[in-house]
């Protein structure tokens, strides 16, 4: 099996806990407060991170969109300045990093620019996201590479061909790999969750499973074909404004996914055949032995 990352104080891969990571992302829809109830959601339920977005509006939006107008929460306003609303700065994230130690989360983002890659670099975070949209960014995957921190790569809406590009540039040593559907939310025949293993042959790295469905049931599946990391979206309520609430887990359903994920590596055990303390009394009291 591929060897373990490491990421911050916690270890990834076969054998190691299921490493949870709740995205926050953009559902604190620009404000603090939510932001922090948010953390508190990931923390209170077993989380062992949680990721958000980072992005320099003016070189993700394109061109043709910047001037596009959309209704929002805060009135009409173009596409560009709704995306400077949501977006945080310094000081948001000084408080999300003071904020987290305080709650004994690790925290990250998915860049989405090589500038913002220097701007979390500020903050010494544990690892970095390549969110699946950014997969071909070749310039943010070689600032990614530099740091030489560990990295984690989203692989929706990805061809092999374009995995191997990135992987090229990332190289393996210090990567772990999340197979994804980017469709939101994803419907059951498009997990194809047996990618997970042809990853993992693939490549020789940890595989993981970032997920967009509602409910529990695909996430779980994930974990049982050996998914050493498991990604979810988390919101205070699905029918929050913004595009990514509808395909996120509520706080309780946060809570019933890391509780059914514990119970499922217990379960998996080790694949040594034994008899275990509590087959001792039925074996001596039911078995027969005949020649």
Same mark, same amino acid.
């Given at each position: 099996m591929p060897a373990s990352v490491k990421i911050g104080d $916690?270890?990834?891969?076969?054998?190691?806990? @299921? +490493?949870?990571?709740?995205?926050?992302?953009?559902?604190?829809?620009?404000? =603090?407060? #939510?932001?922090?109830?948010?953390?508190?959601?990931?923390?209170?339920?077993? /989380?062992?991170?949680? %990721?958000?977005?980072?992005?320099?509006?003016? #070189? /993700?939006?394109?061109?043709?969109?910047?001037? $596009? =107008? $959309?209704?929002?929460?805060?009135?009409? =306003?173009? +596409?560009?300045?709704? %995306?400077?609303? @949501?977006?945080?700065?310094?000081?948001? +994230?000084?408080?999300?990093? $003071? +904020? /987290?130690?305080?709650?004994?989360?690790?925290?990250?983002?998915?860049?989405?620019?090589?500038?913002?890659?220097?701007?979390l670099e500020e903050f010494d975070v544990v690892t970095h996201k390549v969110a699946s949209a950014s997969i071909t960014d070749r310039e943010m995957l070689r600032a990614l590479a530099a740091t030489g921190k560990p990295v984690i790569l989203s692989t929706g809406m990805s061809e092999l061909k374009e995995i191997d590009e990135a992987v090229e540039i990332l190289g393996t040593e210090r990567l772990v790999i999340l197979h994804a559907t980017s469709t939101y939310p994803l419907p059951a025949e498009e997990a194809n969750l047996r990618t997970i293993g042809t990853l993992r042959e693939r490549y020789g790295v940890p595989v993981g499973y970032s997920g967009h469905e509602r409910g529990l049931q695909i996430s779980l599946a994930a974990v049982t074909l050996g998914a050493c990391a498991v990604e979810r979206h988390i919101t205070l309520d699905r029918t929050m404004w913004g595009s990514d609430h509808a395909a996120s887990l509520e706080p309780t359903g946060l809570q019933?996914?890391?509780?059914?994920?514990? @119970?499922?590596?217990s379960a998996l055990g080790d694949g040594v055949k034994r008899v275990f303390p509590g087959e001792v009394e039925p074996r001596e009291r039911l078995r027969r032995v005949t020649s």
């Open positions: $916690r270890l990834v891969g076969s054998g190691q806990p @299921v +490493y949870v990571i709740g995205e926050i992302g953009i559902n604190h829809n620009g404000d =603090m407060a #939510i932001a922090r109830q948010l953390i508190d959601v990931a923390a209170n339920a077993g /989380c062992d991170a949680v %990721k958000f977005q980072k992005r320099t509006p003016e #070189i /993700c939006v394109p061109v043709e969109q910047q001037g $596009r =107008m $959309r209704s929002t929460p805060w009135g009409e =306003m173009t +596409y560009l300045e709704y %995306k400077h609303r @949501v977006e945080f700065g310094e000081e948001e +994230y000084a408080e999300i990093d $003071r +904020y /987290c130690a305080q709650r004994g989360l690790q925290w990250f983002a998915s860049p989405w620019d090589a500038p913002s890659v220097d701007f019933h996914l890391i509780r059914d994920i514990r @119970v499922i590596e």
